[in-house]
Each structure stands twice: as structure tokens, then as C-alpha cells.
């Protein structure tokens, strides 16, 4: 893009220290005097409708030019005498020796806000790491399927070769001196919503309650969610949560935000998980499954001052849709979907804004084992997901990805692989789907 740069003028108009670049627009004049040039052709810019055109070769896709090579999952869900550094850094190594590689074969690191220190900084110094591309995008719990979004593009574009990505936190062994999440005073937010009591309880539940009252959604139909995955989870010697519990024992137990029960609530855990991507010639040369990256999609998604679609729309359907285009499968091609779960009521938005159901009748959709793998047209989550197998770092997006690799490889428990598991889905949010949210979307 053409531009003009004042070389090396200060805040003040000197010029004796720093620098300011000026972008301008090409054909115009800037406050310099320079002619900005005007590009030849109509290769770029607006059409006569007023649309942005697209490169004419059409959009760039990654489907297909990276491979999930390998995954890992701390075995601990307690632990008192790990550093949160330390799950970082034995993570890595699983992940690793699960593919097939070392830490020498690392060339981009990507992590989010667990991370402890200055993050990428304190991280790849402790781990002893070397290289050329990292990213630190931060969407909550969504992060890590961004990251993997973000390591397939950078891939594609030849930034690195392997890409490795993190994901630790002890929030249960610190839940005695742990505060309720702050993201700082500073936060445009806050004034308008903190002196409400407007927590992650209070947000979810206000979502749940309006699912109920505009659809007729039962407590005891988000209480399936619960039940496909407890009968999961009692086949992962890992998982917080082993004993299976039916209906009634969700809706008879004790509220903690009206209409949601606590059996409603993901599991809060200590723990840690891995996830390498490699080129796809990087992939076939490992002794294990070639899992491609086929789509993926992001968004965000707030109140916006009231004009938005409302509390009932996640940002799962913004980056659900661009996952399948991309992808070029729809949700019907879906054998196995790994849908984030903090909530009962955020797996049925999610299940809804993907398309595997209509608008509000996601109740019905969830209703009597229909995601038990086995029983129903869509298992999900058959590690127990964060409903009771694990949410290390209050963050379940990372261990999402992982049970779809393990799926798609047929390393999944016999009681609940999905028999020849070709295209997987895994699904992630973060923050509050009461006020404002991440949400990311990866077809494998």
C-alpha cells in the first residue's frame, strides 16, 4: 500500500528524536506536499456497488496446509506441588513425544493470559525455546482454538514450520486465596456492570433463563447436557467427575444461579494440555495420523449498546459459518463435536449457532441421550469435557482440540470412539456469554 513517510519527526514537530508513520490515501496530497500515487488498474478498491473487491484469485485458504501433529493432557487435576510454569513447560513435552519431535523442532510458540510472567517472554526463557513467530492472542477460553487458527495461517504463509501452544492454570488448588475474576478498573465495562453483581454466574444464568422464557427450554433438557457428559466421562480414568448422574440428580441439585443447578457448572480443576501443528510433508514424515486443519473461524461478540441480536446469539454463529465455508463441509458432515461447556446452557447456544439445530429448539435437540456417542446423532465431548473431566486455568478450549484429535485418530476410549471418525469439530468461547464474548470454530 502506497505511503508516506515524514521521516523521524517527534510528537512536537522536531525532528531530532523518534519517528511517526502517516498512512495516506494514494491519489491524494499529504500535509507534507507529496503526491501519493494512485494504483494502475481496478485490482484493488471498491466496485461501482460500492463493495470491496476480492483478490482475483479469491480468498487464501489454509484447508488442508497444516496438520495437528500433536496433543497432550496433563493427568493431574490437583496439584499442589506444580508451578503454573511448570505445567507449561511439562505440557510441551507430551505434546511432543506425542507427535514424534523435540522442543529443538519448535519454531513458533503461541500462548494466552495464563501464561505466567510477561507471557511469550518469561515462557520461552524458562522452557529454553528458539523462535521465529509467536502469537499471544487473548480471547478467554477461546484463545487456544485461535491459536491453532493462527499457527495453521502462519504455516500457510511460510512463517514457521512447527508451531507449539500451551495452556495451564491451578485455579483449584488456589481457589482458597483466588478472587473472583478482574480484568482492572480500567475496563470501559465495568461502571455500567460491576455495581449489578453481574459475575459469570449471574451472566450465564441470565442467558439461560432468557433461552427459557423465548423457547419454552426446560431445566431438565439442559440437564441432558449434563448426562451425556457424565456417561463419557466414567471411561476417562482422568476425569474429576467418574460417576455418571441422571436428570433428576442435575435438577435436584443445589442452585447457584437461578435457573442454573451446580451440576449445570463445569468442574474447576488444575492442569495443562499441548497442542503442536506442522506442515502437512512435516506431519507424513511422523509415525502418526495426518489430522489436517480443514477451517477454521473467530469472532466477538458484545451488547454493543443494546442493537445487537440479543443475549440468545453467540458468536458461534459467526465463526461457525466461516469454519464450513472455509472447510467446505456443512454441520450434517459432522461425526464428532468437541462443544466448549462451562455451562450446560452454553452448549446448547453453541449446538444452535452452528447450525445442528434451529434457533430454540435446542432443548428438544439435547433432550434424551442425543450426544451420547453411540446413542445420539451427534456425540460430544466424550472425554467428559469441563462439565466433568477437566477446565484447567477456567479455560476448557484446549482440551477440546485435543479429544477431537484423539477421535479423529481412533485413540479414544472403545466405549465412546466414533466408529471411522473422518471430520471433527471443536468449539470454543470465552468471557461472558451475558455481556460480551470469544468464540472460535475448527474443522479438522
Given amino acids: 500500500m502506497p505511503f508516506c513517510l515524514p521521516a523521524f519527526t517527534n510528537f512536537d514537530g522536531s525532528t531530532k528524536y523518534g519517528f511517526t508513520l502517516a498512512f495516506a490515501i494514494p491519489g491524494r496530497r499529504c500535509v507534507r506536499g507529496c503526491d501519493i500515487p494512485q494504483p494502475s488498474g481496478r485490482a484493488r478498491g471498491r466496485s461501482r456497488s460500492g463493495r470491496l473487491r476480492q483478490p482475483s484469485g479469491g480468498l487464501m485458504t489454509m484447508t488442508g496446509k497444516s496438520c495437528m501433529a500433536g496433543a497432550f493432557e496433563h493427568p493431574l487435576r490437583k496439584a499442589e506441588h506444580h508451578s503454573v510454569a511448570q505445567f507449561h513447560a511439562e505440557c ?17 510458540y503461541f500462548c494466552a493470559g495464563d501464561a505466567p510472567g510477561l507471557g511469550p517472554l518469561s515462557m520461552l526463557d524458562y522452557m529454553g ?92 433438557q439442559l440437564a441432558w447436557i449434563k448426562v451425556a457428559a457424565s456417561t463419557h466421562a466414567q471411561h476417562n480414568p482422568h476425569a474429576m467427575l467418574r460417576q455418571p448422574v441422571s436428570v433428576e440428580e442435575v435438577v435436584n441439585s443445589p442452585l447457584v444461579a437461578d435457573p442454573l443447578h451446580r451440576l449445570d457448572c463445569c468442574v474447576v480443576s488444575d492442569g495443562g494440555g499441548a497442542l ?15 489430522i489436517n486443519v480443514l477451517g477454521a473461524g473467530e469472532a466477538v461478540r458484545g451488547a454493543y449498546g443494546g442493537w445487537d441480536e440479543g443475549l440468545l446469539v453467540t458468536g458461534a454463529a459467526q465463526s461457525g459459518a466461516q469454519a464450513f465455508a472455509e472447510a467446505g463441509v456443512a454441520p450434517a458432515d459432522i461425526q464428532y463435536a468437541s462443544i466448549y461447556d462451562s455451562f450446560t446452557i452454553t452448549v446448547l447456544l453453541q449446538l444452535e449457532d452452528l447450525g445442528f439445530c434451529r434457533k430454540g429448539e435446542g432443548g428438544r435437540f439435547v433432550q434424551d441421550g442425543n450426544l451420547i456417542s453411540g446413542v445420539g446423532r451427534l456425540p460430544f465431548n466424550t472425554d467428559g469435557g469441563g462439565l466433568c473431566n477437566n477446565h484447567p486455568a477456567n479455560r476448557g478450549g484446549l482440551t477440546k482440540v485435543i479429544e477431537a484429535v484423539r477421535q479423529l485418530r481412533g485413540e479414544a476410549h472403545p466405549k465412546v470412539q466414533v466408529p471411522g471418525c473422518e471430520i471433527a469439530l471443536a468449539q470454543g468461547t470465552g468471557g461472558n456469554l451475558g455481556a460480551r464474548h470469544g468464540s472460535a470454530t475448527l474443522i479438522l
Avoid: W
Fill in 92 to 108: 510441551p513435552r507430551g505434546a511432543l513425544a506425542d507427535a514424534g519431535l523435540s522442543m529443538r523442532d519448535v519454531d513458533a
Fill in 129 to 220: 525455546l528458539r523462535v521465529k513467530h509467536l502469537d499471544t492472542t487473548e480471547t478467554g477460553g477461546s484463545s487456544y482454538l485461535i491459536h491453532v487458527a493462527h499457527a495453521a495461517q502462519a504455516i500457510t504463509a511460510g512463517k514457521c514450520n512447527v508451531a507449539l501452544i500451551t495452556l495451564a492454570g491451578k485455579p483449584r488448588t488456589d481457589a482458597s486465596t483466588a478472587k473472583p475474576r478482574e480484568y482492572g478498573a480500567t475496563s470501559p465495562d465495568v461502571a455500567f456492570e460491576q455495581p449489578f453483581g453481574l459475575n459469570t454466574l449471574a451472566g450465564y444464568a441470565l442467558v439461560a433463563r432468557r433461552h427459557m422464557h423465548e423457547y419454552g427450554t426446560t431445566p431438565e
Fill in 276 to 290: 503442536v501443528v506442522t506442515r502437512p510433508e512435516i506431519a507424513r514424515s511422523l509415525a502418526r495420523p495426518v
